[in-house]
């Protein structure tokens, strides 16, 4: 994600297919480009329609066969222009051109750009709801809250970076009322006027199976032990282990010409250090889980904002000191800690933490082509408090 999280991010990922072509290293093992993912289920979530321009396995929206199949397959009409990304929905709420917002399992008061913004964008909408484990920055403000069941308590996929479904199985009950997100959906989906009937997890693969040809071989009763790596496109196909073997998809690889991009911002008197923002080893994204872990709280249990030696004596700053740290969008107060980790000029937030929110500082701006936003690096300035 240091990689993607800019607005030249998409020409960041070019440049290393590049490299990989021009080296060769494509095409065997332990080679190509490996995106590590964010969290477990990004790679499943995206090979299954979770973007505003694919049906799932990527058969874009814009394709009139691709939608017409997919229509006669659901029994409805389906819209043939791409939607909008997550920062892209924010910032039409923020202009009232979006009314209502359902989220699923994502904290955007914690993980987007420019949290200010982000809480007066969903604090205007006529409706919001949150389905999610824990009552989350996000659900707080929600109108309604639906208590969806864990990874534990379900049955499942997970896709990872290679590619790889693999099952989980359901280890214990959901607590109190809380239930699988599939089962909701279907019940919010029927008392909206359209009947979708699912029985299982494993009639959903079934229809996954169906319809998107990279997942066409695979089914439950074959997800066992270390899974399958898609493609697999028929019942006997033993899946791939790795893309591009024999060949690429098209030609002998596509190059692509860049031309560097600055970003969108960059430090100056006012704002005289570069921010920029990650992950710790112990925490996992907004905190949602591992914030409620007590061992791990207890090892990490708040956020800091990783300083130079040499800037953090010009700044009079001491290791362990409360300091406030300014960008143009906003503020927040979070404790020093001075190392050589970073280099002079450049600080680290880690944006697990709510109360000391990273995102607060960040930008909203966005890649042209893939929309993610510049994560990594902004203007700051730091005080000693």
């Known amino acids: 994600m240091g990689i993607t999280q800019h607005v030249a991010g998409t020409d960041n990922v070019k440049s290393i297919a590049n490299l990989a072509m021009l080296t060769g290293n494509i095409g065997r093992e332990s080679t190509g480009v490996n995106p590590l993912r964010g969290q477990n289920n ?228 006012e704002y005289p250090l570069i921010l920029t923002t990650g992950r710790l080893l112990f925490h996992f994204h907004t905190g949602t889980m591992t914030r409620r872990a007590k061992a791990i709280d207890e090892h990490v249990p708040e956020g800091m904002v990783e300083i130079n030696p040499q800037d953090a004596k010009k700044l009079g700053v001491n290791n362990g000191e409360q300091v406030k740290v300014s960008s143009r969008r906003g503020e927040i107060s979070i404790k020093a800690q001075v190392t050589d980790r970073v280099g002079p000029g450049v600080v680290f937030i880690p944006f697990h933490f709510a109360e000391a929110a990273a995102n607060t500082l960040t930008i909203a701006e966005l890649d042209p082509v893939a929309k993610i936003p510049e994560l990594k690096v902004c203007a700051v300035t730091i005080q000693k408090l």
Not at 142 to 148: E, F, G, M, T, W
Request: net charge negative; hydrophobic share 40%; glycine share 10%.
């Open 42 to 269: 990004v790679q499943g979530a995206c090979d299954l329609g979770a973007l505003p321009n694919v049906y799932p396995g990527y058969q874009k929206v814009i394709d009139a066969a691709a939608r017409d199949k997919f229509e006669q397959a659901w029994g409805v009409k389906l819209p043939g222009e791409v939607g909008l990304t997550v920062v892209e929905m924010i910032k039409a709420a923020a202009k009232d051109k979006i009314k209502g917002l359902y989220i699923m399992g994502e904290n955007p008061m914690v993980s987007d750009p420019d949290l200010n913004k982000v809480k007066k964008a969903l604090s205007g909408l006529d409706f919001m709801v949150v389905q999610d484990i824990f009552l989350t920055e996000t659900a707080q403000l929600a109108d309604v809250i639906l208590p969806a069941a864990s990874f534990a308590e379900r049955e499942g996929t997970f896709t990872n970076t290679e590619r790889r479904v693999q099952r989980i199985y359901k280890a214990i009950d959901p607590p109190g009322g809380s239930r699988v997100d599939w089962g909701i959906v279907c019940d919010v989906s029927r008392r909206l006027g359209y009947k979708m009937g699912y029985d299982s997890a494993a009639h959903i693969m079934d229809e996954v199976a169906a319809l998107t040809p990279i997942y066409g071989g695979i089914s439950y009763d074959r997800l066992k032990g270390e899974g399958l790596q898609w493609p697999c496109p028929d019942k006997d196909h033993p899946g791939t282990k790795f893309l591009h073997k024999d060949k690429f998809s098209r030609g002998l690889g596509l190059f692509s010409p860049i031309q560097f991009k600055e970003p969108p911002e960059w430090p100056d008197a």
